[in-house]
């Protein structure tokens, strides 16, 4: 019995060997580039994800890889909104932001979730240091335009959605301290205007501005769903902005998966190497899709 038990601890332990080895290349290939990964979904709400979610980030680091992390948190804000009595309103799905909608956003982001996602990753063993967009002038917005068109008239109209902002400029200097000096930003998606205001931002957009601002290597973000699906279910592995704007127009890729990938095309065209679209509810799916051959999601390159 020892001998066969000898003989399989043997096995498991050349396994794991097996992987570190499949890794080899990519830990030599991005040691010293930076990752922006956009942290939201399923994982949010599930300690053990989390977990994981904490301890790939600190790996990443510990391997050489600079890791940045956005997060969002749409609906701890809905959540927080309803404690405290304060009516949506939504147009076209967007929530209209309005001053109290604004203070709670900025509470429930910098405040809450921003601070809890640093507890993970201290608890993993890293340096994390938190930030919002308004640290160190690292993003100024812009408040967002929008358009409705009325379904009878189909006249289009200006939709004023309040204190909903976008990226406008990035300024990486703040990130580039706090990773000279051994940390992970965490960063919520708030920013000032130069009107003075604040904005509450899309994660997924501030993700993909910070991505391409600092010429990361990946941008990573992870969703609910395994990625883009082919109109039979199945997973396209690899695309780019032409075959986005034909898979669009076929109406295989709609919904929520649209702004993403438009995030995911903006920020390769302005100096992020590759995005990637991967499921974050399957356990380490961030390291299966950079650190094995086969991935995990959809990556998008120009």
């Known amino acids: 019995m020892t001998d066969i038990a000898d003989t399989m601890a043997d096995a498991a332990g050349l396994s794991k060997v097996e992987v570190l080895i499949e890794a080899l290349p990519y830990f030599q290939r991005y040691a010293g580039r930076t990752f922006v990964v956009k942290y939201g979904g399923h994982a949010m709400g599930n300690k053990q994800a989390a977990r994981d979610f904490a301890e790939d980030i600190v790996l990443l680091k510990a391997v050489g890889i600079n890791p940045v992390v956005v997060h969002g948190g749409g609906p701890q804000i809905g959540d927080m909104l309803s404690r405290l009595g304060v009516e949506s309103t939504f147009v076209d799905g967007l929530r209209v932001t309005d001053e109290a909608t604004a203070k709670v956003a900025e509470m429930v982001l910098s405040g809450g979730i921003n601070k ?16 919002s967009g308004k640290d160190g002038g690292l993003v100024t917005a812009r408040k ?15 939709v004023d959605l309040g204190f909903v902002g976008e990226p406008a400029h990035v300024d ?9 000096a051994g940390m992970i930003p965490v960063i ?5 205007g130069e009107d003075g205001a604040t904005y509450n931002i899309n994660a997924d957009t501030m993700a993909g501005a910070v991505a391409a601002a600092l010429g990361a290597a990946r941008l990573f973000l992870l969703t ?7 109109g039979n ?39 992020c190497e590759a995005a990637v679209v991967l499921d ?5 799916a961030m390291l299966l899709e950079f650190f094995t051959a086969r991935g995990a999601g959809t990556l998008v390159r120009a």
């Open 144 to 158: 967002v335009e929008r358009t409705a068109r009325d379904p009878e008239s189909l006249i289009e109209s200006v």
């Open 172 to 180: 990486t200097s703040v990130i580039d301290t706090a990773v000279a």
């Open 188 to 192: 919520a998606p708030i920013a000032g």
């Open 116 to 131: 809890e996602l640093v507890g993970w990753l201290s608890n993993a063993g890293g340096k994390a240091l938190g930030l």
């Open 224 to 230: 609910d769903v395994a990625g883009v699906l082919d």
């Open 280 to 284: 974050g509810r399957i356990p380490h």
């Open 233 to 271: 279910g199945n997973l396209l592995s690899d695309l780019n902005p032409r075959d986005i704007a034909k898979l669009r127009e076929e109406g295989v890729i709609k919904g929520g998966m649209v702004p993403k990938l438009e995030t995911c095309v903006s920020a390769v065209e302005s100096g």
